[in-house]
Structure formats: C-alpha cells, structure tokens
C-alpha cells in the first residue's frame, strides 16, 4: 500500500477528521484500481493456457495430417494395385495376340517352303528333260 502525505497546509484547512477521510478515500480507491491489474500470476496462468491450447492444436493437426497420409497411401496403394492389373491384362492380351500372329506366320512360311520345294523340283525336272 502507497503512503500518502497530505502538505500541512491542505491539513490545516481540512482539520484531522476530514484529512483522514481523504486518504481513506484516496487509498480506496487505490485499493479499487489495483484490483484490475494484472499480475505476474495472472500472465503466467494465461501463458499456461494458451501454451495447452497450443499443445492441443498440435496435436489435433498432426492427427490429421497422419490421417491424411495414411488415407492417400491407401488410394496410392490401391491406383497402383489396379493399374499393375490392367498391365497385367493388357500384357496377356498382347502375349496371345504376338502368339496367333506367329503360328499363322509359321504355317505361311511351312506353304511357301513347300511351293518353292515344288517350283525347284519342277525347274530341276524341267532342265534335266531339256539336257538329258
């Protein structure tokens, strides 16, 4: 609490009762006016808070920031998983394609073998009658 001097002049004029009554007013209303100060506790005790609603906001983003993740691995994981199917299938597809292709080349190469065997027999044939 302040101590309050009152100049003896102004104490003369107001008598003993009166300067009394004024520096209880006065501390008074010191009194009332400190009571809306802030203290040293009372900044602590909102630092504390915020630092909890800081800590608790963290921790609820980095929960969803984890589930964010988890769930576009998962959509990762299952694009990869389909696209390596359709490769699959498309591959297959291919495989049985380049293989009808070649067994029908194979068995037109097997006839052209047989006709140039027979045009070479019928040349060969046709030079030995023209020679012998």
């Known amino acids: ?28 209303i010191d009194l ?22 800081i800590d608790n906001v963290h921790s609820e983003l980095n929960n969803k920031i984890d589930n964010i993740h988890s769930d576009l691995n998962s ?18 597809e291919l495989n049985s394609k380049i293989d009808k292709s070649t ?6 190469i097997k006839l052209l073998h047989w006709m140039i065997g027979i045009i070479f027999a019928g040349v060969i044939s046709l030079v030995m009658k023209a020679f012998f």
Not at 75 to 92: A, G, R, Y
């Open 1 to 28: 609490m302040t101590i309050l001097t009152i100049p003896k002049p102004l104490r003369e004029k107001l008598g003993e009762e009166a300067t009394d009554a004024f520096v209880f007013v006065i501390n008074s």
């Open 32 to 53: 009332e006016s400190k009571k809306d100060l802030v203290t040293k506790t009372d900044l602590l005790e909102a630092k504390n808070e915020l630092d909890r609603k």
């Open 75 to 92: 959509k990762i994981d299952n694009v990869h998983s389909e696209l390596n199917s359709k490769i699959d299938n498309v591959h297959s």
């Open 103 to 108: 067994s029908e080349l194979k068995s037109d």
